[in-house]
């Protein structure tokens, strides 16, 4: 069964960093385009950015230019580096393949907040 274990999210200030990790098992994400998904208590989970199996990135317009996925295929594990971060990035962000497998993970928090 897929298990998506995400972590590095926590309280930070607006204008600063954090990285998420989400490692994978029961799938090899070499096979997969991985994607970041976030939501907010009361809506509905939104997609962040996805990364190719070819390492083509695709983002929101809210988050361009400020956050980046990468992805580690010998680690089965997605990155995301969250730069200049602002109070509305406020969510649980989760990873899942761009076909959102079953289950999810139970995501990690971030907080942006001063």
């Known amino acids: 069964q897929v298990q998506f274990v995400e972590s590095g999210g926590g309280l930070v200030q607006p204008g600063g960093s954090l990285r998420l990790s989400c490692k994978a098992f029961?799938?090899?994400?070499?096979?997969?385009?991985m994607a970041w998904y976030r939501q907010v208590p009361g809506q509905e989970r939104e997609r962040v950015g996805s990364?190719?199996?070819?390492?083509?990135?695709v983002y929101r317009d809210s988050v361009k230019g400020r956050f980046t996925i990468s992805r580690d295929n010998a680690e089965n594990t997605v990155y995301l580096q969250m730069n200049s971060l602002k109070p509305e990035d406020t969510a649980v962000y989760y990873c899942?393949?761009?076909?959102?497998?079953?289950?999810w993970g139970l995501g990690t928090r971030v907080t942006v907040s001063s």
């Open positions: 990364i190719s199996l070819s390492n083509i990135t």
């Open positions: 029961g799938i090899f994400i070499k096979e997969y385009s």
């Open positions: 899942n393949s761009n076909i959102r497998l079953n289950p």
